[in-house]
Structures are given as structure tokens and as C-alpha cells.
T-cell receptor, first 111, second 112 residues
Framework: EDKVVQSPLSLVVHEGDTVTLNCSYE??????LLWYKQEKKAPTFLFML????IEKKSGRLSSILDKKELFSILNITATQTGDSAVYLC???????????FGKGTKLTVNP | DAGITQSPRYKITETGRQVTLMCHQT?????MFWYRQDLGHGLRLIYY???????DKGEVPDGYVVSRSKTENFPLTLESATRSQTSVYFC???????????FGSGTRLTVV
């Protein structure tokens, strides 16, 4: 059975800290891995990763994929209270447009 | 407005009632999805559709019915609501290619 596992499930940090969120997966015919941020409403898109070793970056957020070890990480540097959210990892497979989600990591950034 | 719209935003219904959640997208995306989100489970796929008149079950389809007579609409019906269907429901769409998914704002459904 296809599986997406995120860790930790929750994390509390102080403003200015750097955090690393993990997503490991077992899926046949991998196509892409996506990261979303969810703040009490619809998930919003952060990154899509398809190739190993190529870092995607947007401001203080970055992400990388390791297709050999079957995981991805999402880094957030110099965290701010506005980064408080649930971060979701999802996969797509070749031949299917379905998104398979992990359970998410709830990040709380305290001032 | 362009985008993906869900209605209603909030709904309280009684056990045994039929409820329909609406989803409308303006991009003419081929693919549409219904997910439910519950604490401890993340987002789970209920049903999806690859085109008008083509639908298929997801991970948790029991108790739900969908239809897609027009590309832009993908309603989700709970035929006889149960308390276990209390959840937040999200509709999403994409043109395909493994990216470009957009989510609606969600419907919070409470079954009492």
C-alpha cells in the first residue's frame, strides 16, 4: 500500500529558529512530491519536486528530494509567527492525478 | 470570479438526512477531487473525476455519491448522513501533469 509519512507530527519553536520537516514515502511509479501550507483553510502550494538533489527555494523556505532514500525535507529558516501552520506533503504517481497526503506536521512558532 | 468555489462554507445537518456539497471551478480543469480532512488522518480522497461523466472511488468512498455532468461542477452527496461524516471537506482541481492543484476553501460539515 502506498504510504506517505511525515515527521514530526507537531513541533513548537521560537521565532528565529530553523526547522526541518520530513516526509518519507513508499509509492510505486513516483512522479512528483508536493509541499503545501495550510492555515485553517485551504492548503496553499509551496513546492513541487520531481528530481533528486535539486533544491527548490522561496524566501526562507527550501525543499529537496532524495529519490534513492525516498524522502524529502522542507526547511524554514529564521521562522516567524506567520509560519505557524500545518505543512502537508503529498505525492502523485505516474498514470494517476490523485494526490496522496501524509498526515501533516503542525508547526507552532512562538514569539 | 475565477477559481474554485465550494458551498456552503458551513453546514449542520441531522443524522439520516441527505446533504449535497457543491464545487464549481472556472478553469475547465479536467480533474476534480473531493477530500475530507479529520484530525489524525490528514486529507483523504473520497472520489475523483477525470472528465465529465467519469468518476472513480478514492480511499474512503462509502456513504458518498458524486456526479459530474458538466466539467465545471462536481457535487458530493451524502445519501444518509452519519456522525462519522462530520469533517471538513475540500474540493480540488487540476489540469493534470502532477502539479497545479488548487483547493477550494472547504465546507465544514457537522452531523448531529
Amino acid at each position: 500500500e502506498d504510504k506517505v509519512v511525515q515527521s514530526p507530527l507537531s513541533l513548537v519553536v521560537h521565532e528565529g529558529d530553523t526547522v526541518t520537516l520530513n516526509c518519507s514515502y513508499e509509492v510505486t511509479n513516483f512522479r512528483s512530491l508536493l509541499w503545501y501550507k495550510q492555515e485553517k483553510k485551504a492548503p496553499t502550494f509551496l513546492f513541487m519536486l520531481t528530481s533528486s538533489g535539486i533544491e527548490k527555494k522561496s524566501g526562507r523556505l527550501s525543499s529537496i528530494l532524495d529519490k534513492k532514500e525516498l524522502f524529502s525535507i522542507l526547511n524554514i529558516t529564521a521562522t516567524q509567527t506567520g509560519d505557524s501552520a500545518v505543512y502537508l506533503c503529498a505525492l502523485t504517481q505516474g498514470g494517476s492525478e490523485k494526490l496522496v497526503f501524509g498526515k501533516g506536521t503542525k508547526l507552532t512558532v512562538n514569539p | 470570479d475565477a477559481g474554485i468555489t465550494q458551498s456552503p462554507r458551513y453546514k449542520i445537518t441531522e443524522t439520516g438526512r441527505q446533504v449535497t456539497l457543491m464545487c464549481h471551478q472556472t478553469w475547465s480543469h479536467s480533474y476534480m477531487f473531493w477530500y475530507r480532512q479529520d484530525l489524525g488522518h490528514g486529507l483523504r480522497l473520497i472520489y475523483y473525476s477525470a472528465a465529465a461523466d467519469i468518476t472513480d472511488k478514492g480511499e474512503v468512498p462509502d456513504g458518498y455519491v458524486v456526479s459530474r455532468s458538466k466539467t465545471e461542477n462536481f457535487p458530493l452527496t451524502l445519501e444518509s448522513a452519519t456522525r462519522s461524516q462530520t469533517s471538513v471537506y475540500f474540493c480540488a482541481s487540476t489540469e493534470g501533469g502532477g502539479h497545479g492543484y488548487t483547493f477550494g476553501s472547504g465546507t465544514r460539515l457537522t452531523v448531529v
